[in-house]
Structure formats: structure tokens, C-alpha cells
């Protein structure tokens, strides 16, 4: 019973305004339905009294019933009314007033079945088959009409219907027995048809409540939204006029509300965006596009420029369709991502391009690179130059990191002139740039290039003090002639460069197949050398530094000799450079090192051994301690010690070579500037760099004798020694072959001579023998001194 009240009259376990709405919907929904119902009454009325003067048959009961009908529709127009007036300021309908409803049309169907009743009995058998039908159908549309208020349509059908069966079934039960029966399976199925019906519309009003609260949620929402967070929405109509404009939009756009609604919303992007017209359609071309084809979009992202500031605008957009399906406009969230585009530009900026020179980096090289060479094998072809420049370190060394990053930054200038817009330029890394273009260039256009290319570099630049020409070496490789593959084109290129770089200053070298060869046999050197090392196929010969005023032996320069178990004896000149530049030098140089001292170790204790350093052993962190710990290791007192170094070495990293070498000397390691006068020969590394001897190279030697020497290159020698003498420095000259030079030197006032005319360089085990013999002879009769064995080669 509860069940059934609270599905007569909303539910009263549901929220009270839940209840009460339901409860107002049903009754609104018959109350609507009074007018009609009244008009029906006073027709019915009518014709029933009509019938019952013309039959005299039961006239008072008619008449009553009929009054009391009119009564009864009468107050339903006026409850209708009164819903009507009241419709104005809508308030819930209390439970009673659906009671009463139900009650009066209860009734209403109680007075109808007397009626019925009455008139049966009054009308002839034609008369009683017209009223069945007409009694039928109102009972059917009054069922129907009241069923949204299930008591009031449950109260109507059963009364109807019981009042006239009852009625039919007592007084004609032989002649309309079947009738009553009728009318009793009619009403049964009425009451069913009304619950179901009701049933059907209280579901109906539970589904529009959900909708009505997920719309009032949505609403709720999307006003906290536009209210709270920094994005806002956009909505159109179908011909992209903005119809609403939220204060986020309007702050966005820099612009009131008001004056936004009924803007065309393209219009208004046009308006805001900062290029020109031809520009600007470029940027608004995407999102066009996309409005155009009306398909959904997210995060198209606009420029504008609002209040004087530059900003971006994220929008995302979704077509609207009316309930036909048509077209109605667009809905979307836009949203200022300003912060998150600079960071996004900035980020790509940093993975494309080198920060120090705005070139393109390895990165963005590498790609541009690849996408010559895609997946499908077809080779578009190109043409791969690398720069190199050659005095790079130089500068940079000697004037700074600061120096040497604006020195980049100027090369990149001119290099990206020199390229005047054709092909990409990218600094690889240090001094490396590349040029790629597409194509490839004709050898006279890229030697034209390269002139250009040298004339721009050599043009002096100005830093502080310094005019700086700048030089560089240049390999050229092309696709698909020399490589099919971007790396085999980038390994191509380098062999070129390195090619270059051997030629000497501004050179050019284009990529020869031989050049691959020439490398894969380097790498066999170089794995060989690995395996000799190991093996112990290195062996270090001595040359003895005779003291030229006196013929003494001062000492011997260790010089390490390759016993190849294939190729025999390998001279340096084959295998240091690359034993420098693959780092197998560090090893090696230890070993000599080694070698060196605990030879010495066995010699006369007045003889020293200069050993040779390559600069990439100065440059190592452990120098130090890794010759203080050999010198432990063989005994050998560190005053015997003599390291050679060149000027290269020196220049590296000025301040830790410095201290490094300071370092050794307070050891009582000597130090001596080997090849002295072919490198930069400045005054300001001999007074910086603490040192203690000048070894002149072979070049200046070769030049004294007698027969050559124009004055000149005496005079060059005497101004060395001098100086040297100067900033108390010893000195050796190297290369010493003949007699005269010999002669020279010592007038000169030069310290000790090395050279072939004392004494080739010689294995270990000779060195004793050497001392033995040597310290029996004079100086004057040095040049008759046989070396004891011919260990020497050709330089
Ligand atoms: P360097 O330090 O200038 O050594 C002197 C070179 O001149 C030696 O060549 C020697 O054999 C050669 N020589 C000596 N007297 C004469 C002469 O009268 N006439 C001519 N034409 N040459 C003479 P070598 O042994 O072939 O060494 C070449 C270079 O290889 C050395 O030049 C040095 O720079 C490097 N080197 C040799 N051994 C080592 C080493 O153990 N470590 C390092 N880092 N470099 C080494
Ligand atoms: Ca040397
Ligand atoms: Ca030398």
C-alpha cells in the first residue's frame, strides 16, 4: 500500500522536492486535460437529459446525477483555473489536492454508471448497443486521460465499470449476461492498461529528472569552470559568430564581453594576429582548414597579440549539430599556453640549433643528413662538406675560451655568407662545421666555393690587440658516388678532411676510395701495434748528446723503434702520429719511459736520458705521479731524467702544462723544448714555461754548412743560442752531420750536438760498449768514431 501511495504520489522515500514534483507533474498533466473532460460532461449531461424526457423513464435520478455531474465538472474548471493561475509562480501540489482529484473523478464515474444505468433501461435494444459503444469509448478515454494520476484513473475505470456490470449483470442477467461479462474483462483490462501507462509516465518523469540534473550539474560546472580556471570556452553559431563570451575569453582577448558577443570568431583571431595579411594567413591556415572541414580539432595552437604582448592561444573545437542534424556552429576550450609554447620554441631551438654560433647542430645536421638517404633506398644526391679550421686551437689557447667563442661565432658568420642561403650549415662540434647541399656540385663550382670560403676566412679578424687570419681544411664528399649510407658519406668526408689537413693550411681534398684504404690499413697499424706492445716488439734505441766543448757524453735520447714481426724495423715517422691520435701513445710513451730509465740506470751516473712526451701524455691528469712512480720503480734519480716536449705540447692547456712542468722540475726532472724553431718559436713561452734546455731543430742545422750557409741561417742559430744563453738555457743541436756544422755549433757557443756525425741512434745492449769506447777518444777525432752498429733509418 505505501508502494502504491508512493507511486500515486511521488515517491516518499525520494527527496521531498523529488516526491513533490512527480506529485505536481501528475496532477499538472490531468489537470490539463479538466477543461476537456468538463466540456464532455456537459454534452453527456445534456444528451442524457434529452434521453430521459423523451423516454420518461427515471427522469429524477438522471436529472439529480446530472446536476451533480455539472457540479462536479464545473469545480474541475475552476481547479483548472486555479492551476492555471497558479502556473505563474509555479508551487508543488500538496498530497490532499490529488486526493480530492482522484475523489471527484471517482465520483464523476460513479454518477456516469448510474446514468448509464438509468438510460439502459429506458432505450430500446438499438438505443442499448449505441450507448454500450459511446460508454465504452468514454470510459476508455477518461481511463487514458487519467492515468498519469494512477488512483485517479484506477478509481475512474473500476467504478465506470463495476457500477454498470453490477448494474447490467443484477437486472438483465439473461439477456446481457455476456455483456456484464464484457464489461468486467474491459475493466480489468483497463486497470492494467492504467497501471501500466502510469507506470510508463512516472518512468518519463524519472528520466527527465536525471536529465534535468546532469544539465543542472554540466551548467553548474562549466560556470565554476569559466569562473575558476584560466581556460574559457567559445561557442558559435553556425555561421561562426561568437554567441557566448565568457570573462576568461573577454580577458583573454583584451576585450569586454559584450563587445566579443556577435563577432565572427575567425575575424576576431584575424584581428588579434600579429603578422601581416600574407603571414597571417599562413598562421591561420591550419585552424581554417579545420573550421573549414568541420571536423573535430585539439590544441591548434595561434598566435596573437593582445595588449601589446605577444601571446599563444590553444583551441580545441568541436562541431555542434541541431536535432534535424544540422549544422549548428562550434563549441570549444581555448586557452593561453604562452608559458608552455616559449618553453616548447626554446626546446626545439636547443635540440636544433648550436646555442654559441645559431647554426644548425650535429643534431638537426644529422637528420637533414638522413632524410637524403630514406628508407625506401632511393638516394636523393648531395654534396657533404666538413670544415676544419686549422689555427683554431692556437687562438683559442693563447687568448682564451672567450676569445675563442667569439672567434666561432664570426667564422659561423662567414661561413653562412659564404653558403648565401644554398644548402644547410651546421657546426658539428669545436671548430668542425659542415656544409651539406643538395646535389652535387660541379668540382669547379666547389672550387669556386672554397676560394670565396678561404678569402672570407683570411680576412684578418680584430680581437683586442690581435689581428687573427683564420685557416681551414676542407674535405668534400658526394652521394651517391662515394657512399650510400649518411654515415658512410660523414666517414668519407672525414677521411677527406683528415687528407686535408695533412696537406697542409687551406687545403681541399675531395674523398678517394684510396683514402679508405689507406685508413683500414691505418687500423690494421694500429691493432698491430696493440698486439706488439703486448708482445714486446717495441724496442728503444739511444743517441748520444755529446757536449760540444768538451766531446763528453752528457747523455742519450731515447727513441723507440717498432720490430714489426712482418714489416721489420718501422720508423716513428710510421707510427707515432697515429699512435697519437688514437691515444695508444699514452701506453707506449709509459713504456719508453720505463725502458728509458732502467737502461739509464745501468749507465755511468754522470749521464742523463731524454725521453720524448707527445702532448697527449702532458695533457693526461697522471703524468705527474706516472713519472715519479717509474722513476721509483728503476731507481733511477730524477736529475737523470730529461723529458722532451714540443711547443704543441705546450700550448695545450697553458696553465696546467705550467704547473705540471714546475711540478717535475722541483723533482729535479729536466725539461727540454724539443724541434725548437719550427713551431711558434715565441719569446713568451720560453720566459713563461720553466725549462732548462733548447734543442734546435735539424733544420736550422742542415743549414750551417760551409758550402750552404749564406750568413743567414748562422746568424739565426747564433741569435737561439744567445738567447737561450740569455733566459740560462742549455742547448742542443739536433741533426748534426758533418764536421763543419759541427765546427759552427761549437764557435757559435751551442752546448751539446745529436746528430749522425757523433753517433746513430743504437739498441740497448750497445750503449756500454759506445761509453767504453768513446771516453777513450778526443773530440777532434770524433768524426772517426764508427757507430757501432747501422740501427739508424732514413727520416
Ligand atoms: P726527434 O725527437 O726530433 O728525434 C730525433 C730524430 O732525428 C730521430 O728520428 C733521430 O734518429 C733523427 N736523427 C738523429 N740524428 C740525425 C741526423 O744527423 N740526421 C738526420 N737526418 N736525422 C737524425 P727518429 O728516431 O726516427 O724519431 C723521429 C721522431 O719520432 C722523433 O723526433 C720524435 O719526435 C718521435 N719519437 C721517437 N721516439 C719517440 C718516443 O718514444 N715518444 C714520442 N712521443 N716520440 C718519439
Ligand atoms: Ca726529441
Ligand atoms: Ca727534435
Given at each position: 500500500?505505501?508502494?502504491?501511495?508512493?507511486?500515486?504520489?511521488?515517491?516518499?522515500?525520494?527527496?521531498?522536492?523529488?516526491?513533490?514534483?512527480?506529485?505536481?507533474?501528475?496532477?499538472?498533466?490531468?489537470?490539463?486535460?479538466?477543461?476537456?473532460?468538463?466540456?464532455?460532461?456537459?454534452v453527456?449531461?445534456?444528451?442524457s437529459?434529452?434521453?430521459?424526457?423523451q423516454?420518461?423513464?427515471?427522469?429524477?435520478?438522471?436529472?439529480?446525477?446530472?446536476?451533480?455531474?455539472?457540479?462536479?465538472?464545473?469545480?474541475?474548471?475552476?481547479?483548472?483555473?486555479?492551476?492555471?493561475?497558479?502556473?505563474?509562480?509555479p508551487q508543488?501540489?500538496?498530497?490532499?489536492?490529488?486526493w480530492?482529484?482522484?475523489?471527484d473523478?471517482?465520483?464523476?464515474?460513479?454518477?456516469?454508471?448510474?446514468?448509464?444505468?438509468?438510460?439502459?433501461?429506458?432505450?430500446?435494444?438499438?438505443?442499448?448497443?449505441?450507448?454500450?459503444g459511446?460508454?465504452?469509448?468514454?470510459?476508455g478515454?477518461?481511463a487514458?486521460?487519467?492515468?498519469?494520476?494512477?488512483?485517479?484513473?484506477l478509481?475512474?475505470?473500476?467504478l465506470?465499470?463495476?457500477?454498470?456490470?453490477?448494474?447490467?449483470a443484477?437486472?438483465?442477467?439473461?439477456?446481457?449476461?455476456?455483456?456484464?461479462?464484457?464489461?468486467?474483462?474491459?475493466?480489468?483490462?483497463?486497470?492494467?492498461?492504467v497501471?501500466?501507462?502510469?507506470r510508463?509516465?512516472?518512468?518519463?518523469?524519472?528520466a527527465e529528472?536525471?536529465i534535468n540534473?546532469q544539465?543542472q550539474?554540466?551548467?553548474?560546472?562549466?560556470?565554476?569552470?569559466e569562473?575558476?580556471?584560466?581556460?574559457?570556452?567559445?561557442?558559435?553559431?553556425?555561421?561562426?559568430?561568437?554567441?557566448?563570451?565568457?570573462v576568461?575569453?573577454?580577458?583573454?582577448?583584451?576585450?569586454?564581453?559584450?563587445?566579443?558577443?556577435?563577432?565572427?570568431f575567425?575575424?576576431?583571431?584575424?584581428?588579434?594576429?600579429?603578422?601581416?595579411?600574407?603571414?597571417?594567413?599562413?598562421?591561420?591556415?591550419?585552424?581554417?582548414?579545420?573550421?573549414?572541414?568541420?571536423?573535430?580539432?585539439?590544441?591548434a595552437?595561434?598566435?596573437?597579440?593582445?595588449q601589446?604582448?605577444?601571446?599563444?592561444?590553444?583551441?580545441?573545437?568541436?562541431?555542434?549539430?541541431?536535432?534535424?542534424?544540422?549544422?549548428?556552429?562550434?563549441?570549444?576550450?581555448?586557452?593561453?599556453?604562452?608559458?608552455?609554447?616559449?618553453?616548447?620554441?626554446?626546446?626545439?631551438?636547443?635540440?636544433?640549433?648550436?646555442?654559441l654560433?645559431?647554426?644548425?647542430?650535429?643534431?638537426?645536421f644529422?637528420?637533414?643528413?638522413?632524410?637524403?638517404?630514406?628508407?625506401?633506398?632511393?638516394?636523393?644526391?648531395?654534396?657533404?662538406?666538413?670544415l676544419?679550421?686549422?689555427?683554431?686551437?692556437?687562438?683559442?689557447?693563447?687568448?682564451?675560451?672567450?676569445?675563442?667563442?667569439?672567434?666561432l661565432?664570426?667564422?659561423?658568420g662567414?661561413?653562412r655568407?659564404?653558403?648565401?642561403?644554398r644548402g644547410?650549415?651546421?657546426?658539428?662540434?669545436?671548430?668542425?662545421?659542415?656544409?651539406?647541399?643538395?646535389?652535387?656540385?660541379p668540382?669547379?663550382?666547389?672550387?669556386?666555393?672554397?676560394?670565396?670560403?678561404?678569402?672570407?676566412?683570411?680576412?684578418?679578424?680584430?680581437?683586442?690587440d690581435?689581428?687573427?687570419?683564420?685557416?681551414?681544411?676542407?674535405?668534400?664528399?658526394?652521394?651517391?658516388?662515394?657512399?650510400?649510407?649518411?654515415?658512410?658519406?660523414?666517414?668519407c668526408?672525414?677521411?677527406?678532411?683528415?687528407?686535408?689537413?695533412?696537406?697542409?693550411r687551406d687545403?681541399?681534398?675531395?674523398?678517394?676510395?684510396v683514402?679508405?684504404?689507406?685508413?683500414?690499413?691505418k687500423?690494421g697499424?694500429?691493432?698491430?701495434?696493440?698486439?706488439?706492445?703486448?708482445?714486446?716488439?717495441?724496442?728503444?734505441?739511444?743517441?748520444?748528446?755529446?757536449?760540444?766543448?768538451n766531446?763528453?757524453?752528457?747523455?742519450?735520447?731515447?727513441?723507440?723503434?717498432?720490430?714489426?714481426?712482418?714489416?721489420?724495423?718501422?720508423p716513428p715517422?710510421?707510427?707515432?702520429?697515429?699512435?697519437e691520435?688514437s691515444?695508444?701513445?699514452?701506453?707506449?710513451?709509459?713504456?719508453?719511459?720505463?725502458?728509458?730509465c732502467?737502461?739509464?740506470?745501468?749507465?755511468?751516473?754522470?749521464?742523463?736520458?731524454?725521453?720524448?712526451?707527445?702532448?697527449?701524455?702532458?695533457?693526461?691528469?697522471?703524468?705527474?705521479?706516472?713519472?715519479?712512480?717509474?722513476?721509483?720503480?728503476?731507481?733511477?734519480?730524477?736529475?737523470?731524467?730529461?723529458?722532451?716536449?714540443?711547443?704543441?705540447?705546450?700550448?695545450?692547456d697553458?696553465?696546467?702544462?705550467?704547473?705540471?712542468?714546475?711540478?717535475?722540475?722541483?723533482?729535479?726532472?729536466?725539461?727540454?723544448?724539443?724541434?725548437?724553431?719550427?713551431?711558434?718559436?715565441?719569446?713568451?713561452?720560453l720566459?713563461?714555461?720553466?725549462?732548462?734546455k733548447?734543442?734546435?731543430?735539424?733544420?736550422?742545422?742542415?743549414?750551417?754548412?760551409?758550402?750552404?750557409?749564406?750568413?743567414?741561417?748562422?746568424?739565426?742559430?747564433?741569435?737561439?743560442?744567445?738567447l737561450?744563453?740569455?733566459?740560462?738555457?742549455?742547448?742542443?743541436?739536433?741533426?748534426?752531420?758533418?764536421?763543419?756544422?759541427?765546427?759552427?755549433?761549437?764557435?757559435?757557443?751551442?752546448?751539446?750536438g745529436?746528430?749522425?756525425?757523433?753517433?746513430?741512434?743504437?739498441a740497448?745492449?750497445?750503449?756500454?760498449?759506445?761509453?767504453?769506447?768513446?771516453?777513450?777518444e778526443?773530440?777532434?777525432?770524433?768524426?772517426?768514431?764508427?757507430?757501432?752498429?747501422?740501427?739508424?733509418?732514413?727520416?
Amino acid at each position: 500500500m505505501r508502494n502504491f501511495l508512493a507511486f500515486c504520489f511521488g515517491d516518499p522515500n525520494a527527496p521531498p522536492e523529488v516526491s513533490d514534483a512527480y506529485r505536481t507533474r501528475q496532477f499538472q498533466e490531468i489537470a490539463k486535460q479538466l477543461p476537456l473532460s468538463a466540456l464532455g460532461t456537459y454534452v453527456i449531461v445534456v444528451i442524457s437529459i434529452l434521453i430521459a424526457f423523451q423516454t420518461h423513464q427515471h427522469i429524477g435520478v438522471i436529472v439529480v446525477c446530472c446536476l451533480l455531474q455539472l457540479v462536479i465538472g464545473t469545480a474541475n474548471l475552476l481547479v483548472w483555473r486555479h492551476f492555471r493561475w497558479r502556473a505563474a509562480t509555479p508551487q508543488n501540489v500538496a498530497r490532499r489536492s490529488c486526493w480530492w482529484l482522484s475523489a471527484d473523478l471517482g465520483a464523476g464515474a460513479f454518477l456516469y454508471g448510474v446514468i448509464t444505468l438509468c438510460l439502459f433501461d429506458a432505450l430500446d435494444a438499438n438505443g442499448r448497443a449505441i450507448l454500450t459503444g459511446t460508454v465504452a469509448s468514454v470510459i476508455g478515454i477518461g481511463a487514458w486521460m487519467f492515468s498519469p494520476l494512477p488512483l485517479a484513473g484506477l478509481l475512474w475505470s473500476f467504478l465506470f465499470c463495476t457500477v454498470v456490470g453490477v448494474g447490467i449483470a443484477t437486472v438483465y442477467w439473461q439477456d446481457y449476461g455476456i455483456l456484464a461479462g464484457l464489461l468486467v474483462f474491459y475493466g480489468i483490462f483497463l486497470v492494467s492498461g492504467v497501471l501500466l501507462s502510469s507506470r510508463r509516465f512516472v518512468a518519463g518523469l524519472m528520466a527527465e529528472t536525471e536529465i534535468n540534473r546532469q544539465r543542472q550539474l554540466v551548467s553548474l560546472l562549466l560556470r565554476d569552470f569559466e569562473e575558476n580556471a584560466s581556460d574559457w570556452l567559445w561557442e558559435t553559431d553556425a555561421t561562426g559568430v561568437l554567441r557566448h563570451a565568457s570573462v576568461h575569453l573577454a580577458q583573454a582577448a583584451g576585450e569586454s564581453p559584450g563587445a566579443l558577443v556577435g563577432r565572427n570568431f575567425l575575424e576576431l583571431l584575424r584581428a588579434l594576429t600579429p603578422a601581416p595579411i600574407s603571414e597571417q594567413k599562413a598562421v591561420l591556415e591550419p585552424l581554417t582548414a579545420l573550421l573549414k572541414e568541420g571536423a573535430p580539432f585539439r590544441a591548434a595552437v595561434v598566435p596573437v597579440w593582445v595588449q601589446g604582448q605577444m601571446r599563444w592561444w590553444s583551441l580545441t573545437g568541436k562541431p555542434q549539430f541541431d536535432s534535424l542534424g544540422d549544422f549548428a556552429g562550434w563549441r570549444g576550450v581555448g586557452s593561453d599556453v604562452t608559458t608552455a609554447h616559449l618553453h616548447h620554441l626554446e626546446m626545439t631551438q636547443l635540440a636544433n640549433f648550436d646555442p654559441l654560433t645559431g647554426l644548425a647542430n650535429r643534431h638537426q645536421f644529422q637528420q637533414q643528413l638522413a632524410s637524403f638517404f630514406p628508407a625506401d633506398g632511393t638516394i636523393q644526391p648531395c654534396t657533404l662538406f666538413l670544415l676544419d679550421l686549422d689555427n683554431f686551437k692556437t687562438v683559442n689557447d693563447s687568448l682564451g675560451h672567450i676569445a675563442g667563442d667569439e672567434l666561432l661565432r664570426e667564422v659561423a658568420g662567414r661561413l653562412r655568407a659564404a653558403a648565401n642561403g644554398r644548402g644547410l650549415v651546421a657546426r658539428l662540434g669545436g671548430d668542425e662545421f659542415a656544409w651539406l647541399l643538395p646535389g652535387n656540385l660541379p668540382r669547379t663550382s666547389i672550387e669556386e666555393s672554397h676560394q670565396k670560403l678561404r678569402q672570407m676566412l683570411s680576412e684578418p679578424w680584430l680581437h683586442q690587440d690581435y689581428s687573427i687570419a683564420m685557416h681551414g681544411s676542407v674535405g668534400v664528399s658526394f652521394s651517391p658516388a662515394d657512399a650510400s649510407a649518411a654515415a658512410d658519406l660523414m666517414r668519407c668526408c672525414d677521411m677527406a678532411l683528415y687528407a686535408a689537413k695533412a696537406a697542409g693550411r687551406d687545403a681541399l681534398c675531395y674523398f678517394d676510395p684510396v683514402m679508405e684504404a689507406q685508413a683500414k690499413q691505418k687500423l690494421g697499424l694500429l691493432s698491430d701495434m696493440r698486439e706488439s706492445l703486448e708482445a714486446g716488439d717495441f724496442r728503444v734505441y739511444y743517441q748520444p748528446q755529446i757536449d760540444l766543448d768538451n766531446g763528453t757524453i752528457s747523455g742519450f735520447e731515447a727513441l723507440v723503434r717498432w720490430q714489426h714481426p712482418k714489416r721489420g724495423l718501422v720508423p716513428p715517422s710510421e707510427f707515432i702520429a697515429l699512435a697519437e691520435d688514437s691515444g695508444f701513445i699514452v701506453p707506449l710513451g709509459a713504456w719508453v719511459l720505463t725502458q728509458a730509465c732502467h737502461d739509464a740506470n745501468a749507465w755511468p751516473l754522470t749521464l742523463r736520458v731524454a725521453v720524448n712526451v707527445s702532448a697527449v701524455q702532458i695533457e693526461r691528469a697522471d703524468m705527474f705521479e706516472t713519472t715519479l712512480a717509474t722513476l721509483q720503480r728503476t731507481g733511477l734519480s730524477a736529475g737523470r731524467l730529461e723529458l722532451e716536449l714540443t711547443e704543441s705540447s705546450l700550448m695545450r692547456d697553458a696553465d696546467s702544462v705550467q704547473s705540471l712542468l714546475r711540478s717535475l722540475r722541483a723533482k729535479g726532472v729536466r725539461v727540454a723544448l724539443d724541434d725548437f724553431g719550427t713551431g711558434y718559436s715565441s719569446l713568451s713561452y720560453l720566459r713563461s714555461f720553466p725549462m732548462d734546455k733548447l734543442k734546435i731543430d735539424r733544420s736550422f742545422v742542415s743549414i750551417l754548412d760551409e758550402a750552404n750557409s749564406n750568413g743567414g741561417a748562422t746568424a739565426i742559430v747564433q741569435a737561439i743560442v744567445q738567447l737561450a744563453r740569455t733566459l740560462q738555457l742549455e742547448t742542443t743541436a739536433e741533426g748534426v752531420e758533418t764536421q763543419a756544422q759541427r765546427e759552427t755549433l761549437s764557435q757559435i757557443g751551442c752546448t751539446f750536438g745529436q746528430g749522425y756525425l757523433l753517433a746513430h741512434p743504437m739498441a740497448s745492449e750497445q750503449v756500454i760498449p759506445f761509453i767504453e769506447r768513446w771516453t777513450g777518444e778526443r773530440v777532434a777525432s770524433m768524426a772517426d768514431l764508427s757507430t757501432p752498429t747501422p740501427v739508424d733509418m732514413p727520416r
